[in-house]
């Protein structure tokens, strides 16, 4: 990821939403892995966010804006990546399970297929998310290179 604002910067320069809702969001943009509410919670006690009420109302308004997603295999959240079409367009997590990062990528074709799967079986789609699961080659290569020395 790239560098961000602190969060106490972003709180500031966010037009819309609550004070808690930048913090959240600069936490989530700022991180190396997903996190979870409680790892986010750990992250903003010293700005003043000491429930976990305030991080899941932050985290509703943020999914809800569609500025963060929702990992569901690993109860996680990440920022969201990518300005996605008003279209249903399929978004994509390529998690790493050896460090843990995630990826976001979209795929056109993708959606479109999910769209007609759902169109076809008379199902109102409103969001798809796809979830791989794998080693990145910085952890593949290190894992090859393990079972080589061992």
């Known amino acids: 990821m790239t560098d961000h604002a602190r969060p106490d910067d972003l709180a500031a320069a966010v037009p819309r ?6 913090l959240v969001l ?7 892995a997903p996190l979870s509410a409680y790892e986010i919670l750990d992250r903003l006690r010293e700005r ?8 899941y109302r932050a985290l509703e308004r943020l999914l809800a804006g569609g500025r963060v997603h929702r990992l ?14 008003r279209r249903m367009e399929a978004t994509a997590f390529i998690i790493c399970e050896g460090c843990a990062r995630a990826e976001e990528v979209t795929d056109g ?17 409103h969001g798809a998310a796809v979830e791989l699961r794998g080693l990145c080659a910085r952890c593949a ?5 393990k079972a080589e020395s061992g």
């Open 72 to 85: 569901e295999s690993l109860n996680a959240y990440v920022a969201c990546q990518h300005a996605h079409a």
């Open 48 to 55: 003043g966010l000491r429930a976990p009420p305030q991080v």
């Open 26 to 32: 600069a936490t989530l943009e700022a991180a190396e």
């Open 141 to 145: 290569a290190e894992a090859a290179a």
């Open 109 to 125: 074709p993708l959606g479109r297929r999910l769209n007609r799967l759902a169109a076809d079986n008379a199902f109102e789609l």
């Open 17 to 22: 939403g609550s004070r808690n809702d930048a």
